[in-house]
């Protein structure tokens, strides 16, 4: 059995204009530390022997991470397309809106439509792509949304739309 993975589908291009504040003010710090972390490298190679040297070997992998993400942020910040105006009918859900959702249990959950680099399930930010937010795409107050979840269809009816 090999390791190989399909590639995941590419992401929506889509970011709110907090969201690409936050990358670039992510990438200028990546940045400093990255400064930081070359110059305790630095530090920790002069000591000398380097295979057993648990200071060097540290900071390299940090050093590796750090330019990951920066390669990321790199590729991916030119990509993206920040989403600044609010659409026209505000009564209807898209990008970026805030939507209060009340299940059949009467139980409310409250959903924001953001892009892949701005998912935080804590806030309650889902991603454009996910399934929920598909289903949620130009649906207006008291529509009914049913969602395929891996413990069967789940239908909200969808009691609160809003954009900041």
Do not use: C
């Not at 680099?117 to 289903?135: F, K, L, M, Y």
């Amino acid at each position: 059995m090999s390791r190989w993975r399909p590639p995941s589908p590419k992401s929506s291009p889509y970011i709110t204009a907090d969201g690409a504040e936050r990358l670039e003010s992510e990438m200028k710090a990546l940045w400093v530390r990255r400064a930081d972390v070359t110059q305790h490298l630095a530090a920790a190679a002069a000591e000398g022997d380097r295979s057993e040297n648990a200071e060097y070997i540290y900071r390299k992998k940090e050093l590796r991470e750090i330019d990951r993400r920066i390669r990321y942020l790199q590729k991916r910040l030119p990509s993206l397309t920040v989403v600044r105006e609010l659409p026209g009918n505000r009564d209807r859900v898209f990008f970026g809106a805030w939507v209060t959702l009340e299940d059949e249990d009467g139980k409310e959950s409250t959903f924001r439509i953001v892009g892949a680099d701005e998912i935080d399930t804590q806030q309650g930010w889902i991603s454009v792509d996910s399934p929920v937010a598909r289903a949620l795409l130009k649906k207006s107050l008291d529509d009914e949304v049913t969602v395929a979840t891996p413990s069967g269809p789940t239908t909200w009816f969808v009691i609160a739309v809003r954009y900041e």
